[in-house]
């Protein structure tokens, strides 16, 4: 009852550190329950060359929730001495690269490049999807690997469009990792030539699907009719950032999710609307927005007083009103 409270996928995790926890425990015959601080320190020594340091975390949370599941008092995991030792950790661990954004420049390129044949169509429903719905490509193009482990693709028939003063689109999603339980996208049009609720009409009308309700078949579809998948879908990616002349290198499937929540950011929307358009439930959506070079660069003008500026644009302004003058001075007597 209790570990129902997690996600399936937290409980499948959880369940195998606590796995590992118990053999280690059980070959230096030590007592796993209460952990004691010097426990969790040879555990984390224990486990140190074979566990990155990003996924330490994960082992320490799922020692806790082992507590909690024996009605235990919680484990002492934050400790100074703990903290050092994943600090320690930290140092060796290798840099962990973001994916870099694809953003609504980098979308309106990918548009030039793509025909208006039905294969290319699917592909820009798909993208223009995942860039407006901030989502991650599996969601809407699982995995070979996702699909054999129960994911399903989008259908036509979780499709349907909302008309009127504000036309949208709505796409049911079944089951993600993060949502067992299945969402549903709303995509409105955005009144420009990037707009998902356009891509999927004019998309669904190519296929010569009329009735989205009565058809069952996969969504995005390849040639063929099998449904998208990452692994059709990544190479053509980068395919199209290279003919863009950008490398490819450091973009993944993931850069829809990046980009969308960095383009929102760009364009000065209320972080509270971030968070509602990818659907995230904490602040972590903030590690998505990538800063570019021109944003960093801006920061430059907030270390000086607002008078400054004022002052120093006046500066230049009346210089600039002399140089004007200077010149139709000259026109005149020449």
């Known amino acids: 009852m209790v570990r129902s409270g997690h996600m399936p996928s937290t409980v499948r995790t959880y369940s195998s550190v606590q796995q590992k926890y118990f053999k280690f ?36 949370s799922a020692i806790r929730a082992l507590h909690v599941y024996n009605a235990l008092p919680p484990p002492l ?33 990918f548009r030039k490049l793509l025909t208006d044949s039905v294969t290319d169509q699917a592909l820009w429903a798909c993208i223009t999807c995942l860039f407006f719905g901030c989502r991650r490509a599996g969601e809407l193009a699982p995995s070979m690997q996702q699909l054999a482990m129960g994911y399903q693709y989008p259908r036509v028939c979780d499709i349907q469009f909302v008309k009127g003063n504000t036309p949208a689109v709505l796409l049911h999603i079944s089951h993600t990792k993060t949502q067992p339980k299945g969402f549903t ?9 990037v707009c998902p609720y356009c891509a999927m009409l004019l998309y669904l009308h190519s296929r010569g699907i009329l009735d989205c309700g009565s058809h069952p078949g996969p969504l995005f579809v390849q040639p063929g009719g099998s449904p998208i998948t990452k692994e059709y879908l990544y190479p053509i990616q980068s395919h199209m950032l290279q003919a ?13 999710r990046a980009g969308g929540a960095t383009q929102l950011s760009i364009n000065g929307v209320h972080e509270y609307w971030i968070q509602k358009s ?51 001075l000259n026109n005149i007597f020449h």
């Not at 015959?29 to 994960?58: D, G, K």
């Not at 996208?185 to 030539?193: T, V």
């Open 25 to 60: 425990c059980n070959m230096y015959q030590l007592q796993p329950l209460p952990a004691t601080e010097i426990n969790i320190l040879r555990f984390i020594a224990y486990i140190s060359t074979t566990v990155s340091y990003n996924s330490m975390q994960v082992y320490l």
């Open 77 to 109: 995991i934050t400790t100074p001495r703990i903290a050092l030792a994943l600090k320690s950790l930290s140092h060796v661990a290798p840099e962990v690269r973001q994916a870099l954004p694809i953003t609504y420049a980098i979308i309106t390129g």
């Open 278 to 328: 990818g659907q995230w439930k904490s602040m972590c959506y903030r590690r998505y927005i990538r800063e570019s070079v021109v944003t960093q660069a801006g920061l430059s003008k907030m270390f000086i007083p607002d008078h400054e500026l004022f002052a120093h644009c006046m500066h230049y302004y009346w210089a600039f009103m002399a140089v004007l003058l200077r010149i139709r």
């Open 244 to 256: 863009l002349g950008i490398n490819p290198k450091g973009f993944t499937l993931h850069s829809y």
């Open 185 to 193: 996208m709303i995509l409105g049009c955005s009144g420009d030539h």
